[in-house]
């Protein structure tokens, strides 16, 4: 039996930080991971849906412009190439960093002996502290068999090598809205199926309203409360009924109605999980097993890589000798369609049910400089706030919003006012001038926007 001071059991964006902060502090650790390092997000997720959607944007873009003559088209084959290779270089950076910290690496399925002591093919390892990282993985729905041919999740998908003439995605939240925008702009026809009442349900209305505007104009056939039936799949496609009697056929399907977690069998262990089958854990990511600590998607919600980056490395520094406490309160939310949306702290209707006397406001960002250079005007910051000033919410649609999540999430954690941020200089042009134009325009003193 090998021992370890920390053994990380899964290499994803939760188990690789935990693993290098614990190596950082001096301890003698080991990770184990049955696939590719750097999880879900950097080989099915974050990394390569990204990169998909900017080889989308490439084309469509300068299309968009009159002084590109001839117009431009994507080689789709050369594009999925291309993502599979930003994916690999970055899994390959991840393994990088583990062996120059010194973290052993093991490669197969974890079996379990007890919650502390792991079998990897005919090696048994020991932690005397263990970090649980096992993530989550796409969750199927009845009646769609994913077979990486006609059904796919979000990982088969990434396999094809071909472009669909036609696809519906059931589910309508970031994935659905993502892959939505990414195939409508390289020119497949396009159904998104919700079976609730607006795409991107779970989000701020305004951006459910945009992302529905946008994405018809896109040419996107938007079916919300209405769910998908039982297929018929044939040899050129599939046949599928809607439950409000259309029937719509296209080439493959994609389903994309959310993730669950990897904890089968982990209560047996005597790990607690709560009614959705997430680990439970505390502030310092301690599950209720001493020495035994969970983060990352099964940790529980958001199921957001840069989430698991934070309990990653506070789970790494607590099992190492370290004690630090995951005190964040914000974690923003990101989606990548055109224009990106960005999401921090409470909407209007969440304040007011947590008992916060709040309005919001919304400042379009038409009047943005850098929003016409880059050829998206439709959008807006909106910040949910109190009478005294003081934020609670921002929400962002903007070309390149993602840059200001960080900025967003700061704002909220440091308890910024909106006269802190009417106050913050932003350099001109960018897309990050229209915060402090919203919050001079919530103090009712703007200069680039003209009050009625």
């Keep these: 039996m090998e021992k370890y001071d920390v053994l990380v059991v899964g290499g994803g964006p939760a188990g690789y930080p935990a693993a290098i902060r614990a190596a950082q502090n001096g301890a003698k650790v080991a990770?184990?991971?049955?696939?590719?390092?750097?999880?879900e997000c950097t080989n099915?997720?974050?990394?390569?849906?990204?990169?998909?959607?900017?080889g989308a944007k490439v084309a469509e873009e300068l299309n968009r412009y009159p002084f590109v003559k001839g117009g431009v088209s994507i080689d789709f084959?050369?594009?999925?190439?291309?993502?599979?290779?930003?994916?690999?270089?970055?899994?390959?950076g991840v393994e990088y960093l583990l062996k120059g910290y010194g973290v052993e690496i093991y490669r197969g399925e974890a079996r379990f002996k007890d919650v502390k002591t792991v079998k990897v093919g005919d090696k048994e390892l020991h932690g005397d502290k263990v970090i649980l990282a096992l993530g989550s993985r796409p969750i199927d729905i009845p009646g769609f068999p994913v077979d990486g041919e006609r059904i796919h999740n979000n990982r088969t998908i990434l396999g094809i090598?071909?472009?669909p003439g036609s696809i519906a995605i059931i589910g309508a939240g970031y994935i659905g809205v993502e892959y939505a925008t990414v195939f409508s702009s390289l020119g497949s026809e396009v159904f998104l199926i919700e079976l609730l009442e607006r795409v991107l349900p779970l989000m701020d209305k305004d951006f459910s309203r945009l992302m529905d505007k946008i994405l018809r104009r896109r040419g996107v056939k938007i079916?919300?409360?209405v769910?998908?039936?039982k297929p018929e799949i044939g040899g050129d496609g599939v046949s599928i009924r809607l439950s409000n009697g259309d029937v719509i056929n296209v080439d493959i399907v994609l389903v994309a109605v959310g993730r669950r977690p990897n904890s089968e069998g982990l209560d047996g262990l005597g790990v607690?999980?709560?009614?959705?089958?997430?680990?439970?854990?505390?502030?310092?990511m301690m599950t209720n097993v001493d020495g035994v600590y969970a983060a990352g998607d099964l940790a529980g919600q958001p199921m957001l890589a840069h989430k698991a980056f934070l309990e990653g490395v506070i789970a790494g520094e607590n099992a190492s000798g370290g004690e630090i406490y995951k005190v964040s309160k914000f974690i923003p939310s990101v989606v990548y369609t055109e224009p990106e949306l960005v999401s921090v702290g409470y909407t209007l209707e969440a304040a007011l049910d947590n008992g916060i006397k709040a309005e919001e406001k919304l400042y379009p960002i038409g009047g943005v400089a850098k929003a016409y250079i880059e050829g998206m005007t439709e959008g807006f910051v909106k910040m949910v706030v109190d009478g005294e000033g003081s934020i609670y919410g921002i929400h962002i649609a903007a070309p390149n919003a993602s840059e200001l999540a960080g900025e967003a999430t700061y704002l909220l954690e440091t308890r910024s006012t909106v006269e802190d941020v009417a106050l913050t200089v932003h350099p001109h042009p960018t897309i990050s001038e229209a915060l402090k134009e919203a919050a001079e325009y919530i103090i009712g003193r703007p200069y680039h926007y003209l009050l009625k």
């Design 161 to 163: 090598d071909e472009k």
């Design 227 to 229: 769910k998908a039936e």
């Design 44 to 54: 099915y997720g974050c990394i390569p849906t990204k990169a998909l959607l900017k």
């Design 31 to 39: 990770i184990i991971e049955r696939d590719k390092f750097g999880g």
């Design 77 to 92: 084959k050369e594009l999925m190439r291309w993502v599979g290779r930003v994916s690999s270089r970055s899994s390959r």
């Design 223 to 225: 079916y919300t409360g």
């Design 272 to 284: 607690r999980l709560d009614e959705k089958g997430f680990v439970i854990v505390d502030d310092m």
